[in-house]
């Protein structure tokens, strides 16, 4: 069935190709002539030969142009239905004009389409792998950045018990100095109240030994005065 419905399908073309031709043949002059360079291609499924000359006997100088395949329309030859062209390659000849059409054939369209297709497909798979990545570069990055901002705040909480520590270590120093400032003045206080304490011991005990001095005098006196005086009263009394 492919095979009948490929035939058809030539035979078609073939027909439609011969009346273009035999139309074109009515309007223009029965010798060759030179047509624009274009690109061409070769139609169907098969291989064509390129021949050395415009006609079929012609020596091949190439045994298989495939289907598809891009050729540069030099001219062409409306009697014998033939047209040269060359190849990418820079090869010249001869191929009949049922081969050639102007553009590709539906099965190269279709295996061009494919490939452009399976190229976006695979396009497509690789973004979303890397869209994959990203997100889940992404997932790690915020549970990153989550713990770095838990660690952040444990580290706040630790430096502002650190500042307080501080503070009262602070206040503990100058308290400290402040004692020590006391402590000192103290200690000259209790050394000027021992000096004072001294001198007033020294001087509490002049004054007891002069004191002790004056009572021994007075006593001395009173030793040598009061027999006399007792004399003088009974001498008195016997007058």
Known sequence: MKNNSKQNTTSMRFFLILAYCITTSLFILPNKSLAEKKTVYVSDIFYVPLRSGNSTKHRIVHRGLKSGTPLTLIESDP????????????????????????SLVARVQLQKTLAAENNLLRELQARKI??????????????????????NQTLNADFIKIKKLSANAINLDDNNRKLLQSNEMLKVEI????????????????????????????????????????????TKEWS
């Open 79 to 102: 009697e014998t239905e033939l047209s040269r062209v060359s190849t990418n390659n820079g090869i010249e000849g001869w191929i009949q004009n049922q081969y050639l059409s102007d």
């Open 130 to 151: 890397s869209e994959a990545k990203l997100t889940q570069e992404l997932t790690e990055s915020n549970q990153t950045l989550n713990l770095l901002k838990k660690h």
């Open 191 to 234: 050394a000027e109240l021992q000096a004072n304490n001294s001198r007033l011991s020294d001087k509490s005990d002049k004054e007891w030994f002069l004191r002790g001095a004056l009572a021994v005098f007075i006593g001395a006196i009173l030793a040598i005065a009061l027999p006399r005086l007792k004399i003088k009263s009974r």
